[in-house]
């Protein structure tokens, strides 16, 4: 068979091209065992563990105090009297949670017998009253301007605790709620203040009070907050390593003082939580009505309580703060005469004896239960908080 000089070049042609398919195949193969061999040497990823209150706290970073306010509503603890002037019919209907805001104003004597008013508006709040109280409690907005040069100013948003029902046994459970926010503030700076009011409720539609009952304002979280240089802190499921040892036996010892179950700090449930710059965060109680020191009839306990009965006391503090009571125990000790001497003053001698009497009776079964650190521990800590 004789070879052409044409099909002698096609042959080199055909050569040259497999010779160069080889080498890309061969390249191919080296660069694919070059990325394994760096695959297998790197360690394999660790599964992310779960995320912890504690870091949740850590990510909202550190808080930057704001201008802490000294709103003249809580300069003094004197009863004071004022209108507040809305839509009542219309308040009474509003049951939602998610109620507009409302046009009212509270009105006062001031300085020379002249009357102030001041606009502002309200809305309805709560749970449990919301749904039983023939007026609803409330939360007052106050407009900076609105409220300037007047006792409203720097109010911001502070809840009114209203009269409930017109009955003198619903007006009774109000002083008592307030006497139990003026313990606390004895016990603890990280507390909300408040102010007993003589409020008058009149209606806007026909200009008539209908009703004239001691009620209370307490102070806006944000001012607690400030008062101790934090922020409310919002999000919730706060654990014990979360919260500052030292202020989470305050708060718990003055649940278990006036016997109060109804409270969850992690929840956020009549709680909340400050958080400050140094890391530390602080536990604030609020809304006492289901205490035993009060003892209103509309009042339970929650079933998953080991007690049955409001005036039964059960310790709800944490096991792992155990070492910190001590200290909150001789400040209650300490405090005694201060906070039994509230029932003599102006408010206290508005409850009626009886209540006072019985109410500083079941005070001193818990400083006999708390008597030694062997009471102690027979009484609260059998049920603490693991």
Request: include cysteine; glycine fraction near 6%.
């Amino acid at each position: 068979m004789t070879i052409t000089s044409g099909s002698h070049a096609l042959m080199l042609r055909i050569m040259r091209a497999a010779a160069a398919f080889l080498l890309i195949v061969g390249a191919l193969a080296v660069s694919a065992l070059a990325v394994e061999a760096q695959d297998t040497s790197k360690k394999p990823k660790k599964p992310k563990a779960p995320r912890t209150a504690a870091d949740s706290l850590t990510d909202a970073g550190l808080p930057k105090p704001g201008k802490m306010p000294a709103p003249p509503m809580f300069a003094s603890e004197k009863p004071l009297e004022l209108t507040l002037t809305t839509n009542i019919k219309q308040i009474k209907k509003d049951k939602n949670a998610d109620a507009p805001w409302r046009t009212a104003t509270i009105s006062y004597t001031g300085e020379a017998d002249k009357t102030i008013t001041v606009p502002v508006r309200v809305k309805t709040r709560g749970i449990w009253r919301l749904k039983h109280c023939d007026y609803p409690p409330i939360r007052i907005k106050v407009a900076d301007k609105a409220g300037k040069g007047t006792l409203l100013e720097d109010l911001d948003e502070p809840k009114l605790v209203t009269y409930c029902r017109n009955l003198d046994t619903y007006e009774q459970y109000v002083l008592q709620e307030a006497q139990l926010y003026r313990i606390n503030r004895v016990v603890t700076d990280i507390s909300h203040k408040v102010r007993l009011l003589r409020l008058s409720y009149a209606d806007s539609a026909s200009g008539k009070v209908e009703v004239t009952r001691y009620s209370f304002l307490i102070e806006d979280p944000a001012q607690v907050a400030r008062r101790a240089n934090g922020k409310i802190f919002e999000q919730k499921g706060a654990t014990a390593d979360d919260l500052d040892p030292d202020i989470s036996a305050l708060a718990f010892t003055f649940q278990y003082f006036i016997g109060n179950t109804d409270f969850d700090f992690a929840g956020l449930h009549n709680g909340e939580v400050i958080a400050l710059p140094d890391g530390r965060n602080l536990p604030v109680s609020y809304d006492f009505d289901f205490a035993g020191a009060i003892d209103a009839m509309y009042a339970g306990v929650d079933p998953k309580m080991k007690v049955t009965r409001v005036r039964d006391r059960q310790f709800r503090g944490f096991c792992s703060h155990e070492a910190a009571y001590p200290k909150a125990f001789e400040q209650f000790v300490a405090r005694k005469d201060a906070i039994y001497s509230l029932y003599r003053d102006e408010i206290g001698q508005l409850i009626s004896p009886g209540k006072v009497k019985s109410t500083l009776g079941y005070y001193d079964d818990f400083y006999e239960n708390i008597k030694t650190p062997k009471d102690a521990q027979r009484n609260l800590f059998t049920t603490c908080v693991k």
